[in-house]
């Protein structure tokens, strides 16, 4: 059973940017809608945005619209997630998850492939 592999996560500072990518084995996923979450200390896992199947569509949490965006590479079997003008609040472990296109994915709910996360450390 293949499972999500994040990597890109590090130390970064207060208006730079980071691009994470998240990778699976084969080709069971290009027909699943895929995410990004992230979990900040204390917190309860949270929805960072979603990209379709077809990558035509996407959602994000208010909170990072105008400044993540998600994109698809399918032919390095990939998602990714491009970082800009992070914020110290952004400072949690970043995991990607896959979905079946037929569940509400686009506000976080029906992913049950997950990676096992990659931290991301904002600092002022």
């Known amino acids: 059973q293949a499972r999500l592999e994040e990597s890109g996560g590090g130390l970064v500072q207060a208006g730079g940017s980071l691009r994470l990518s998240c990778v699976a084995p084969?080709?069971?996923?290009?027909?699943?809608?895929k995410a990004w979450f992230r979990q900040a200390p204390g917190k309860e896992r949270e929805f960072v945005a979603a990209?379709?199947?077809?990558?035509?569509?996407?959602y994000y949490a208010e909170a990072v619209k105008g400044r993540f965006t998600i994109s698809r590479d399918d032919a390095n079997n990939t998602v990714d997630l491009q970082m800009d003008n992070v914020k110290v609040e952004d400072t949690a472990v970043y995991y990607c998850?896959?979905?079946?296109?037929?569940?509400?994915?686009?506000?976080?709910?029906?992913?049950?492939?997950w990676g096992q996360g990659t931290q991301v450390t904002v600092s002022s």
């Open positions: 990209i379709s199947w077809t990558g035509q569509s996407t």
């Open positions: 084969g080709r069971w996923w290009s027909s699943y809608a």
């Open positions: 998850a896959a979905a079946h296109p037929r569940t509400n994915y686009h506000i976080g709910q029906g992913y049950d492939a």
